[in-house]
């Protein structure tokens, strides 16, 4: 993007703008590259989806970069694999089967109504059909090189986790729950919690995986308090929002400099995407006292002390995104990461 909402912070020392990386993998590492010899940066992090990117060509970077490695990170991102890695874990996936044809997904049509169907890659649950219709199915057309995956519906309370490992060390964790979305999927407004099984999956997958970075994962916990795990999210997400009154102590456990006794756990209450809030939930959810009530109670990520520049920021890169979906016929959460998506495709093939 031309105009992010961390351009206008006070703590943005330089804004440069890259090459796509999705259209051009290699192009965009190149100039990568150079600015981080140019600027002398010591290290990388990743936000979203050009995590993917990153790791492929982390190798060539000439500083510390904060992801695991590609083979990782791509087992994560597919949704059937990592159903499979989390077995025997405290909170292992629902039943997941792999479709790689119309015909599988037609097989299961009678029964549809029990189950959820998306694609391995994918992300916001942007095309994720929940308890379908046969004639919903019937616009599904996986193939081996982009499939789908049904996965068995569970009910209950949706959480979702933010976390930073260290060589696999747990060294920050939050969960939430998104009570407001955009939709059926990214959550704009964070009320935390902290089950136990949650917790004690992210340490597990930490001990198996030696995962470094960013990572976030989608539960459903069940009436009796049990927890299953949707999907991984291998990059940062919005939990990260829940620290926000601990600055330096997120620094600290964002390059391992955190005691070990405990990971940093969030401190404060809810957040929430104000503008968001008022733009794609309230037309909804604004009859209600409830609604209200939540957007009361809540702090904006955006209000920084000092700090004035990106709430008025976020209506020029919402511009940006509005102009972009347009452009490429995708809708707003579509096109925000329309650049940085990685969808299984091979690194270094131009799309």
């Given amino acids: 993007m031309s105009w992010p909402v961390s351009r206008a912070s006070r703590s943005a020392h330089r804004y440069a703008r890259l090459p796509e ?31 993917f990117y990153l790791a492929s060509g982390r190798g060539g970077l000439p500083c510390r970069v904060l992801t695991s490695d590609f083979d990782l990170m791509h087992r994560l991102h597919h949704k059937y694999q990592f159903a499979r890695m989390s077995a025997g874990w405290a909170a292992p996936a629902p039943e997941t089967r792999l479709l790689e044809s119309q015909a599988a997904v037609m ?24 308890r379908p219709s046969a004639a919903q199915l019937k616009r599904v057309h996986p193939t081996p090189s982009h499939p789908w995956v049904a996965q068995r519906y569970v009910p209950g309370k949706e959480h979702c986790s933010y976390s930073l490992l260290v060589d696999g060390r747990l060294t920050a964790h939050a969960c939430y729950h998104p009570r407001h979305r955009v939709g059926r999927g990214s959550g704009i407004w964070f009320e935390p919690t902290d089950p136990a099984p949650i917790r004690a999956f992210v340490e597990q997958f930490g001990a198996a995986t030696g995962y470094n970075g960013q990572v976030g994962f989608d539960f459903i916990e069940t009436q009796d308090g049990c927890c299953r795990v949707l999907e991984c999210n291998p990059r940062a997400t919005s939990g990260v929002h829940l620290f926000s009154d601990q600055p330096l102590q997120l620094i600290d456990a964002l390059l391992g400099n955190a005691p070990e006794c405990a990971p940093l756990s969030p401190t404060g209450g809810p957040s929430m995407v104000g503008l968001a809030m008022l733009l794609f939930a309230a037309p909804r959810r604004g009859l209600s006292r409830a609604f209200w009530k939540d957007f009361a109670a809540a702090r904006d990520v955006l209000l920084r002390k000092g700090d004035p520049g ?37 690194m270094g093939e131009a799309r």
């Fill in 21 to 51: 990386p999705r259209l051009n993998p290699a192009r965009w590492l190149d100039a990568l590259r150079g600015l981080i010899l140019d600027r002398k940066i010591d290290l990388v992090l990743p936000t979203c989806e050009e995590a």
């Fill in 107 to 130: 097989r299961m049509s009678h029964a549809a109504p029990g189950w959820v169907f998306k694609p391995v890659y994918s992300r916001f649950a942007s095309r994720a059909l929940l």
């Fill in 310 to 346: 990106p709430l008025p920021a976020q209506l020029i890169a919402l511009l940006e995104i509005a102009s972009r979906a347009l452009l490429r016929r995708r809708g707003l959460l579509a096109a925000a990461t329309a650049d940085i998506e990685w969808d299984g495709d091979p």
